[in-house]
Structure formats: structure tokens, C-alpha cells
């Protein structure tokens, strides 16, 4: 393995390049289109098999193997996000309102660096790998879905994906074997009621008023009626009515969003919301029309591959450096994958204050250290070649310092 850390090191220069060109010329979800078309150059520049426009904008690139064995999926996802970009750094983005703000342009330069390693190597390499970059994270259902009708997982015997994580250090690994990550629905609640003067309330049904009860009474879900063993958050993200001071007008539109786990409190939580509005708004006079949207589902890690990622981790990076995460109820839709084959998702610690790199994932000042490529990139490399790092004894610096 020291072999192929060593290829994949002399590599990081140009990867971080890689990055920092995505970073400068990002694109938001559902409408990546030089993105990907670089993805597919680079992969074809290498000699690996590849197939652009997987399920919309997606890229699959396949490395087949000299030898038998497993077939490998690595996912990395290439989407921006609508945001700002307020870095002083010289790789700021240069479109206005876009930026990468949640490390998917480190995500795709480390699995073009992997696929650069492999494609040196593949007559070495037992089965195939399937090497999939993926568009529109950020948006429900999400590319995932897309990809996998097109059939990216075809044949895949297991899946790993990686995020880098801005709360974890650089040079620090974290896994979680079950839910990790929750799922998220968004509801949208319109409520009819009769405008007026603001001065004669009795002549109206003021649904600014009505909203109001519904927004509490939604907050039963979470604190009374769900098991509180089970977790669910039931969150208003947006009220909207009326704009005048001395008029009450005739509807509000609520939107807000659900995140559970388990899905039977998912299921219910759907129908609660739908009941609790409809019934809210009779009792004052008015009327509820729900749109309930399912997004992401919930990612659940498989025992086996966790257990298997973690072992690697420990071996490769020491044991202090690697720890297991609470499920976060942020959501991700490589849930999608591990819900068709066993893999699992693990993040790799970006935060470096001595780089400015401190702020939260979705933030306009939103940086990593780069050297979290190394981190995902060794993780990936060693996973695909699982079999000789748990057998062999590694001789690796604890840190991920190129």
C-alpha cells in the first residue's frame, strides 16, 4: 500500500489544482454541465472506460481488473450550492451566488485521484472498481436515484462514499455503523382564510393567527406524540403572508421539514402533519392545503463494511485519530445506494484553524484543508485493496501530511 499512498502523494499538487479550478467554476444542482464534462476528460485522459449523462449529468467511470474479484462502487458528488462565496483566498469563486460550500469539489478531486492510482495499477487490481461522480446532492430526490435507474450500481458487489467533515480535524476519521444520517421530507401547508382591515378582525379569519396555532400545534409531533426514544425533528422554515400593516389577508404558506430515522415514525409524521393542519385550521375557521414532498431516506451504514472501514482506519492513521460519529440529522442521498448494496459512509475531518478553515459546512466562508484529499484518497485506495491492508503491516505516518 505504501506503493500506492506514494502515487497518489506526488499526485496531490495537480489534485489540488483540480479542486481549486472546480472550486472557482462551480455549478449548482441540476445544472452541472463543465463539471462533468471535466470529470469524464480527465477519466478518459487516464484510459478508464466511461459513461457521461448516467441518470442526467452524472459520470461513471470502470476500472476493470487483471485480476478476479469484487466489483467496488466510490462515490463523490460534484454539485455547488446557491451561496456567495466571501473567502479571501485566490481561488474564491468566480460566479456570482455559487459556491462550494460543502467540499464536493475536494470530493471529486480525490476520486479522480484514486481512479489516476488505479489506472496504474489495475493489472494488480482483483475485480473492478466503478467510480461514481455524481451530480445533485444538495436537491431532493437527489442524483442518486437518477444514477441508479441508469444503472451505475449494476453488478457493484459493495459501495463506499466519504464527506470531509468541517468539525473534524484534518487527519481525523469518524464511522457509524446503523443510522447516521436521518432522512428529509419538506411540507408545504397553504392556509385559506378571509382577508379584511386589519382594524376589523371579527370580520375575518385571520390565517397570520391560524398559522400561528399551527405551528405549535406541529411541535406536538416531536414532544408528545412520537416515542421520545425515537428522534424526529419538525422544523418551520418559512412563514409567508400579507405585507401591509392595517391588512389581514386572505392566506399564509408555511414550509418546513421532518427528519427522522425510523420509518415507521416517518410514515406517521407524514400523516400527522397532513391531520394536525387540516384540523387546526377547521377549528379556527379556515382550511390547510398540504403538499408532503419524501426526499432523502435515511442512511443506514451495513455492519460488515463499517467494521471492515474502521479496522482500515485504525491500521492506517492510529486508533487516537479515528472515532465513532453520533448520527447527525443532516441528511445525504448516497442513502440511495446502501439501500441497493452494503457499503458504508464515512466523513474525514477538513477544520484547521491555522488555515481559516473553521467555518460550518453551508457557510459563505466555508474552506477545507486540502490534505483531506489524501485522507479520503488513502481510505478509498485501501478499501478497494482491503484484503492487503488487514493482512500486511503497514508502516504509515499517523497523520495525513503529504
Request: include cysteine.
Amino acid at each position: 500500500m505504501n506503493d500506492l499512498f506514494q502515487k497518489l502523494e506526488l499526485l496531490y499538487p495537480d489534485l489540488v489544482e483540480v479542486r481549486r479550478d472546480l472550486h472557482m467554476y462551480p455549478e449548482v444542482s441540476l445544472q452541472e454541465v463543465e463539471t462533468p464534462k471535466k470529470i469524464a476528460r480527465y477519466l478518459e485522459n487516464l484510459g478508464v472506460e466511461v459513461r457521461t449523462n448516467v441518470g442526467g449529468n452524472g459520470v461513471v467511470g470502470t476500472i476493470r481488473g487483471g485480476k478476479p474479484g469484487k466489483t467496488i462502487a466510490l462515490r463523490a458528488d460534484f454539485d455547488a450550492l446557491p451561496i456567495q462565496d466571501e473567502k479571501d483566498v485566490p481561488y474564491k469563486s468566480k460566479v456570482p451566488g455559487v459556491m462550494h460550500a460543502c467540499g464536493h469539489d475536494l470530493h471529486t478531486a480525490a476520486l479522480l485521484g484514486v481512479a489516476n492510482v488505479l489506472s496504474q495499477v489495475k493489472d494488480d487490481l482483483e475485480g473492478e472498481v466503478v467510480l461514481i461522480h455524481q451530480f445533485a446532492e444538495e436537491v431532493a430526490p437527489g442524483g442518486a436515484v437518477a444514477m441508479i435507474r441508469d444503472g451505475c450500481l449494476n453488478e457493484v458487489d459493495e459501495i463506499y462514499g466519504a464527506h470531509v467533515w468541517a468539525d473534524h480535524p484534518i487527519g481525523h476519521y469518524s464511522f457509524h455503523e446503523g443510522y447516521t444520517m436521518a432522512a428529509a421530507d419538506t411540507f408545504d401547508i397553504t392556509i385559506s382564510g378571509k382577508g379584511g382591515h386589519g382594524a376589523m378582525p371579527h370580520q375575518t379569519v385571520d390565517p397570520i393567527v391560524v398559522a400561528s396555532h399551527v405551528i405549535l400545534s406541529l411541535q406536538q409531533i416531536a414532544s408528545r406524540i412520537t416515542d421520545p426514544l425515537k428522534s424526529i425533528v419538525v422544523t418551520i422554515g418559512a412563514i409567508h403572508s400579507g405585507d401591509a400593516h392595517n391588512v389581514i389577508p386572505d392566506q399564509a404558506i408555511l414550509k418546513g421539514t421532518v427528519r427522522t430515522f425510523d420509518k415507521d415514525v416517518r410514515n406517521h409524521a407524514e400523516q400527522l402533519v397532513q391531520q394536525i393542519s387540516e384540523m387546526t385550521c377547521r377549528t379556527h375557521g379556515a382550511e390547510a392545503h398540504v403538499t408532503y414532498n419524501r426526499g432523502h431516506m435515511a442512511l443506514y451504514n451495513h455492519k460488515d463494511q463499517t467494521i471492515k472501514a474502521t479496522a482500515i482506519a485504525k491500521k492506517l492513521f492510529g486508533a487516537e485519530n479515528v472515532s465513532n460519529k453520533d448520527p447527525i440529522m443532516g441528511a445525504e442521498d448516497f442513502s440511495f445506494y446502501l439501500n441497493e448494496v452494503p457499503g458504508t459512509f464515512f466523513f474525514v475531518g477538513g477544520r484547521n484553524p491555522d488555515l481559516n478553515a473553521i467555518y460550518p459546512h453551508h457557510h459563505p466562508k466555508f474552506d477545507v484543508d486540502e490534505r483531506a484529499i489524501l485522507g479520503i484518497g488513502k481510505m478509498f485506495l485501501s478499501l478497494v485493496f482491503s484484503k492487503m491492508v488487514l493482512s500486511e503491516s503497514i508502516k504509515t505516518s499517523h497523520s495525513t501530511n503529504h
